[in-house]
């Protein structure tokens, strides 16, 4: 089966990395995302980008869209850090906040969104937010928003 | 004097540089500041970054610091358009935002910060706040804190 | 199967999702990597990034990691487009170029990365690019370096 | 005199700022040179942004574009470090290197760049290089290149 077996040629792949650091190699080998938001694991509870933004919006007019790195905000230091928050309107990238390992700042942000008519077709664009921690991998995060 | 010497100096090196859009090639000589905030001109206004924050904040507790380009928010699109805002706490680096020229994003964002007592040794940081402009070059805005 | 439920669950997730610009839903859902570097597909050869470095590096001397957005250079306009190129020493990330639409720069750079004894416990270690494109999503490419 | 009032303006602000480390806050107020190329300070030795590309590049064709933080390559640690490289094309951003004060990376890049006549009205472009050192303030090195 193709995903069975992409998913054991996946592992194999991953056993076979290098790494400064001691670190679970699978979640580098994917987009990880929170599997039931009902029933978060502690892992996805720190590391899961939670967007907070209006469920429907109005085309031209500017809105505010968190986001956070996990929904208990991730710590931050030289030793295990989040590198960046990714803002995306779909495919189309929209904003990134690059952050430093010192931790002046903590993995939460909020952006100004601005959606026309063009960047939703469909009536709906999918917010989807990524992050990365140097120990843990690439985290994914989406929410719809209704344009009107 | 030195000061008119070196004055004289970048406006030669300016006229000496070739762009392919049509500038003021002196905004990108140096890093432009708001002259005289009680009477801003309207470049000013479209591009000094203003930074919102509590005059007076706690040690090691996250506060919220906003950043606009500029009091009235810089448009965004293809021609003209704003790349980033950078934050840094005095000469060290905090954040940046990247932005599109599309525009799915305005050049406004709100950052989660934390200060040490390290991070003040006087008591008090300077954030300071850069934009850069395709059209009209580096921009900074800057506010004190105090950190008890 | 878990991976096979995982690559189902993975489907119907991607088919919610609204982009503004049509686009294959599955290659944002994963990293994607090329499947057989003997026989790529023209979406491997212009996507997938390669990495040209030593096979064996002295530690504490820098050598030149080129990445190249693939094989044959993706090419840059405002509808189809690289982001950025991400460079990682195994988990740890050593640096990024971001690109832009208008494509002054093509997605192909060179880095000059120094590796410590530290940095490969286990006397190798795994250059891993990333890249992402607007419409084909994110690709990942690996080398792995012997450190002595 | 304004060049001179102006000089004497910069260096009140700069004495009124809070850093977290002691350094010369003259270099954060401005965009910092090289003054005499046939006689570099040691400070402009590993600060000042050495651009190395052809004199003569056709349209349409790809060439390279080195830069290094200094012409001694400037050293890496979270103590003091480069933050970026940025590659301008005259007034509009072409590319920008991102590195980790861990130092895996060290400040010299080479980017691939493709000039149009259209980014060259004149026949000249500037490509104009800039990089943040967090102890030193930010740094430009600039150079011309014809394109027929």
């Known amino acids: ?11 194999t ?15 580098f080998e994917t987009i ?12 996805e509870k ?8 209006p469920k429907t919006v109005k085309a031209g007019e500017p809105f505010a869209v968190e ?10 230091g030289p030793a295990h850090w989040i590198e960046f928050i990714e803002l995306n309107i779909g495919n189309e990238p929209a904003a990134r906040v690059d952050f430093q390992p010192r931790g002046y700042a903590s993995p ?18 999918t917010l989807i937010a990524h992050q990365r921690c140097n120990l843990h991998g690439y985290w994914e995060g989406s929410l719809d928003v209704t344009v009107t």
């Open 67 to 76: 986001v956070s790195v996990g929904e208990v905000v991730h710590s931050m």
């Open 1 to 11: 089966m193709g995903a069975l077996a992409a998913g054991i040629a996946r592992e």
């Open 13 to 27: 792949l991953a056993a076979e990395k290098y790494f400064p650091v001691k670190a679970d190699q699978s979640l």
């Open 32 to 43: 990880n995302r929170v599997k039931d938001p009902a029933n978060k694991t502690p892992l």
């Open 108 to 125: 939460k942000a909020t952006f100004t969104v601005v959606l026309t008519k063009e960047s939703a077709p469909s009536g709906k664009v």
């Open 46 to 53: 720190s590391h899961g980008p939670v967007i907070t933004a």
